[in-house]
T-cell receptor, first 108, second 116 residues
Framework: KNEVEQSPQNLTAQEGEFITINCSYSVGISALHWLQQHPGGGIVSLFMLSSGKKKHGRLIATINIQEKHSSLHITASHPRDSAVYICAVRSLNTPLVFGKGTRLSVIA | DAGVIQSPRHEVTEMGQEVTLRCKPISGHNSLFWYRQTMMRGLELLIYFNNNVPIDDSGMPEDRFSAKMPNASFSTLKIQPSEPRDSAVYFC??????????????FGPGTRLLVL
């Protein structure tokens, strides 16, 4: 079974700061997802990637397949970015395995 | 599009009672997933269906849990009898195609279950 580790577990940032959240996994994958869980509990899929980099607004996700590592970056962070960010990975013929999440608080 | 619909949104019950959680996936989606989230264990996959057929139920905790998908637009997760340790948020998600392609999953709002 794939082991997914996220770091840091908790992160507090000042508004405007550049934020990086990391995800490492133990077994080769076919896809990696970044999810955002709002304080109210709702879960939103941010990115699905299997190689390279994807960008959406102020969010950037990168993945290094050889190093089994992905990062989620937030530029010009804002209090509304406060949420739990969850990394999940999938290998062929297996369902998603989730990390424990990174709790981000952005302070104005 | 209404998104994934789950009901009820909250459920409080006493241990020993039967609990049924319901999910309506996004129309046209072929895969449906049931997840459980707790503070201790985070998100865990319980079971997933593809084209209404259960593919992997290895995440189902024990025989007290059962899931069905009688048609493409409806699924249930049943706990009988419920126990306090089943208290969690249960999420349903759907995706457009087979999981092997790693398609994006769309999550419902979750059902918050408390078993007293």
């Amino acid at each position: 079974k794939n082991e997914v580790e996220q770091s840091p577990q908790n992160l507090t940032a000042q508004e405007g700061e550049f934020i990086t959240i990391n995800c490492s996994y133990s077994v080769g994958i076919s896809a990696l997802h970044w999810l955002q869980q709002h304080p109210g509990g709702g879960i939103v899929s941010l990115f699905m990637l299997s190689s390279g980099k994807k960008k959406h607004g102020r969010l950037i996700a990168t993945i290094n397949i050889q190093e089994k590592h992905s990062s989620l970056h937030i530029t010009a962070s804002h209090p509304r970015d406060s949420a739990v960010y969850i990394c999940a990975v999938r290998s062929l013929n297996t369902p998603l395995v989730f990390g424990k999440g990174t709790r981000l608080s952005v302070i104005a | 599009d209404a998104g994934v619909i789950q009901s009820p949104r909250h459920e409080v019950t006493e241990m020993g009672q039967e609990v049924t959680l319901r999910c309506k996936p996004i129309s046209g989606h072929n895969s449906l997933f049931w997840y459980r989230q707790t503070m201790m264990r985070g998100l865990e996959l319980l079971i997933y269906f593809n084209n209404n057929v259960p593919i992997d139920d290895s995440g189902m905790p024990e025989d007290r849990f059962s899931a069905k998908m009688p048609n493409a637009s409806f699924s249930t997760l049943k706990i009988q009898p419920s126990e306090p340790r089943d208290s969690a948020v249960y999420f349903c998600a759907s995706s457009p195609s087979r999981t092997e392609r790693g398609e994006t999953q769309y999550f419902g709002p979750g059902t918050r279950l408390l078993v007293l």
